[in-house]
């Protein structure tokens, strides 16, 4: 068997394989937004901005000071996580209890001024970021030549997303996560520190976002409109999967990049639209999304 449907099969899966790295970005991606909409009850719009941060992070300390990929996995998580620990502090803790329209906006303008820093540092035609050593080359699977860092993208991006799932869903610290977004005073009386809590939760969910943007620098450009071209995607997908739903965004972040780069190879020209037609009709039919609760 050498075609599907009538395209050569190399052609075939390797479109099916880079629609699942852009999955595994979007499932990355809304799932940072799923924690902090759905622990904080904030639209975070800055959030492509932190996932441009992390690349760049990630590129400015191979270029200034030759931190290999390896640490920038840990460190640009921790430095824009500190980052997100001083916005929470700062400006959105003063927003809490009143429309989620205003962290919207404070969120979208924060988002603006980090991208218009860093084009007038960097310019818009992007920085190239060099894959591992110990990631290049291919594996040839017979049927395919599969690239090693992206099948890497793919595996970190499910073991990142499904950790983060369990932490929030079956231990304790997700259960005081939950509770204390429900019933702040109970909690607190119990000894939480919900404060604490609530920015390291914003804190974690700006650290997604720019682990999400080293894995990616090296396989797009780093550069300053890299957020903002992704971000209004994977609002679709968090609106898909359910507002607030951790595992919702995972699996439609996934299931979404699937699509797309099918879409690309049946029906090249709705790729750019298959995302938001999905996105129409799962509203018109289930509103809260395939895997939120109804009100």
């Given at each position: 068997?050498?075609?599907?449907?009538?395209?050569?099969?190399?052609?075939?899966?390797?479109?099916?394989?880079?629609?699942?790295?852009?999955?595994?970005?979007?499932?990355?991606?809304?799932?940072?937004?799923?924690?902090?909409?759905?622990?904080?009850?904030?639209?975070?719009?800055?959030?492509?901005?932190?996932?441009?941060?992390?690349?760049?992070?990630?590129?400015?300390?191979?270029?200034?000071?030759?931190?290999?990929?390896?640490?920038?996995?840990?460190?640009?998580?921790?430095?824009?996580?500190?980052?997100?620990?001083?916005?929470?502090?700062?400006?959105?803790?003063?927003?809490?209890?009143?429309?989620?329209?205003?962290?919207?906006?404070?969120?979208?303008?924060?988002?603006?001024?980090?991208?218009?820093?860093?084009?007038?540092?960097?310019?818009?035609?992007?920085?190239?970021?060099?894959?591992?050593?110990?990631?290049?080359?291919?594996?040839?699977?017979?049927?395919?030549?599969?690239?090693?860092?992206?099948?890497?993208?793919?595996?970190?991006?499910?073991?990142?997303?499904?950790?983060?799932?369990?932490?929030?869903?079956?231990?304790?610290?997700?259960?005081?996560?939950?509770?204390?977004?429900?019933?702040?005073?109970?909690?607190?009386?119990?000894?939480?520190?919900?404060?604490?809590?609530?920015?390291?939760?914003?804190?974690?969910?700006?650290?997604?976002?720019?682990?999400?943007?080293?894995?990616?620098?090296?396989?797009?450009?780093?550069?300053?409109?890299?957020?903002?071209?992704?971000?209004?995607?994977?609002?679709?997908?968090?609106?898909?999967?359910?507002?607030?739903?951790?595992?919702?965004?995972?699996?439609?972040?996934?299931?979404?990049?699937?699509?797309?780069?099918?879409?690309?190879?049946?029906?090249?020209?709705?790729?750019?639209?298959?995302?938001?037609?999905?996105?129409?009709?799962?509203?018109?039919?289930?509103?809260?999304?395939?895997?939120?609760?109804?009100a």
């Open positions: 068997m050498t075609e599907i449907f009538g395209i050569p099969i190399q052609a075939f899966l390797g479109q099916l394989m880079l629609g699942l790295v852009n999955g595994a970005f979007y499932a990355m991606l809304s799932l940072g937004l799923a924690v902090i909409f759905g622990l904080l009850d904030i639209v975070n719009f800055a959030h492509g901005a932190l996932y441009m941060v992390g690349a760049f992070a990630a590129w400015i300390m191979l270029d200034k000071w030759g931190v290999n990929y390896w640490f920038a996995l840990i460190l640009a998580p921790l430095v824009v996580g500190a980052l997100g620990v001083v916005i929470e502090r700062t400006m959105l803790k003063r927003l809490y209890g009143l429309d989620p329209l205003y962290g919207l906006l404070l969120t979208f303008g924060l988002s603006l001024i980090l991208e218009g820093i860093f084009r007038d540092q960097y310019g818009v035609s992007g920085q190239s970021y060099s894959v591992p050593e110990a990631l290049t080359g291919a594996t040839n699977l017979g049927f395919m030549v599969l690239p090693n860092y992206r099948a890497w993208v793919v595996l970190a991006s499910i073991v990142v997303c499904l950790g983060t799932w369990f932490l929030i869903e079956r231990t304790r610290l997700g259960a005081y996560l939950r509770a204390g977004t429900e019933n702040a005073k109970l909690v607190q009386a119990f000894g939480v520190n919900v404060p604490m809590l609530v920015m390291l939760t914003y804190g974690a969910g700006a650290a997604l976002a720019a682990l999400a943007g080293v894995l990616a620098a090296p396989v797009y450009q780093v550069a300053p409109q890299m957020g903002s071209n992704l971000i209004i995607i994977v609002f679709a997908v968090v609106v898909i999967g359910g507002m607030g739903s951790i595992i919702g965004s995972v699996i439609t972040g996934l299931g979404l990049g699937i699509i797309e780069g099918l879409t690309k190879v049946f029906y090249p020209e709705a790729s750019n639209i298959v995302v938001f037609v999905i996105m129409a009709i799962v509203l018109m039919v289930r509103p809260a999304g395939l895997f939120g609760k109804e």
